[in-house]
């Protein structure tokens, strides 16, 4: 099962940040936070990760809360590319430990 | 372009008929993975490998057979298709499998119908 809760839909208007959130209340010390989205029926594209501290790279930011109990994924000017499914994924570095995807957050971008 | 290829994007077959799914990567990658998504049950591991000749199960293995004889090819198999392995086939690829290389990166996905 899912670790993450993540809500079903998003809207945002086009140009603004978008910001998503997800709870993991259960995470361990060792598992990491990760972020994926898939465009309608594409393969999954990795976005960002991270373990406790905030982490930012072209595609988005990344904030985790100090407990580390939930954190936000942040698309600081969202365009119509954007619109896709995002998934809140949580998993620890060691040996195989497959990606295990929710429902995720469904992001539409407004023009 | 570093990617991961697959092929055929999209398959009608029938029962019964063996059908093979090829996946390919030119990343120089020692992990790979292949996963099936269907409606509300989200993506779910079929079978990986960490390395040539290294191979194992997922969640979801049965009907399924995979071989590992090169580095970047990572086909699936289908001896028997039936009806309820009519899903979204998509190959994953990562450098490794620890900190710092366990980025996974997908293909386009097969898209399978069996009749």
């Known amino acids: 099962d899912a670790k993450t809760t993540q809500p079903p839909s998003m809207d945002c208007a086009e140009g603004r940040a978008a910001n998503l959130p997800c709870n993991h209340s259960t995470i361990s010390g060792n598992e990491y936070v990760y972020w994926y989205r898939q465009i309608h029926s594409q393969g999954p594209q990795y976005i960002i990760h991270?373990?406790?501290n905030n982490e930012t790279n072209e595609m988005a930011s990344l904030i985790i809360t100090e407990d580390r109990k939930s954190s936000t994924l942040i698309l600081p000017h969202a365009t119509l590319r954007d619109t896709a499914v995002y998934y809140c994924i949580v998993r620890a570095h060691s040996g195989n430990t497959p990606l295990v995807f929710g429902k995720g957050t469904r992001l539409s971008v407004i023009a | 372009e570093a990617q991961v290829t697959q092929n055929p994007r999209y398959l009608i077959t029938v029962t019964g008929k063996k059908l093979t799914v090829t996946c390919s990567q030119n990343m120089n990658h020692e992990y790979m993975s292949w996963y099936r998504q269907d409606p509300g049950l989200g993506l779910r591991q079929i079978y990986y490998?960490?390395?040539?000749?290294?191979?194992d199960k997922g969640d979801v293995p049965e009907g399924y057979k995979v071989s590992r004889k090169e580095k970047r090819n990572f086909p699936l198999i289908l001896e028997s298709p039936s009806p309820n392995q009519t899903s979204l086939y998509f190959c994953?690829?990562?450098?490794?499998?620890?900190?710092?290389?366990?980025?996974?990166?997908f293909g386009p996905g097969t898209r399978l119908t069996v009749l």
């Open positions: 994953a690829s990562s450098l490794g499998w620890d900190r710092g290389t366990d980025t996974q990166y």
């Open positions: 991270g373990l406790k």
């Open positions: 490998s960490m390395n040539v000749e290294v191979t």
